[in-house]
């Protein structure tokens, strides 16, 4: 029961990783006129944001066997897929009129891919743990 539930969720995170990173295509398609100037800041945060979430999804696809190793191999898998992402992504943009290829952009992708998988990976760490009831503060 409880290995078709992580299937499930596995599933789940595979379908939003896809979803999303056609949110990051669709994104990088459009001509560099149709957005608004924005100061650089915003674009970094823009592009961390995206790719911690994308990291995170790709993390949560991912079948995550049991020992140390394994699981930071399996945190490398999704910053490395996320990265990669990115790299594709600024290459698309340098044929999408009005933007450009910037290899900082996806130093910023990666830095925002490994904060997302290491974030997911803390998360499905906290939630594997076994719950321990809290004693009760009635006095």
Known sequence: MLEGVKRHQRTICLVGAI??????????ATPGSAFPKRPSFTNVMA???????LAALVYGALPRPAG???VALTVLAAIGLASLYGVTDEIHQHF??????DPWDWVTD???GATGAFAAWLAARRLARPQTPRESTVV
């Open 68 to 70: 140390g190793r394994r």
């Open 110 to 112: 990666t830095a925002g």
């Open 47 to 53: 592009h961390f944001a995206a790719y911690a979430l």
């Open 19 to 28: 979803v999303w990173a056609g949110v990051i295509f669709v994104l990088s």
């Open 96 to 101: 999408t009129p009005g933007r450009v290829t």
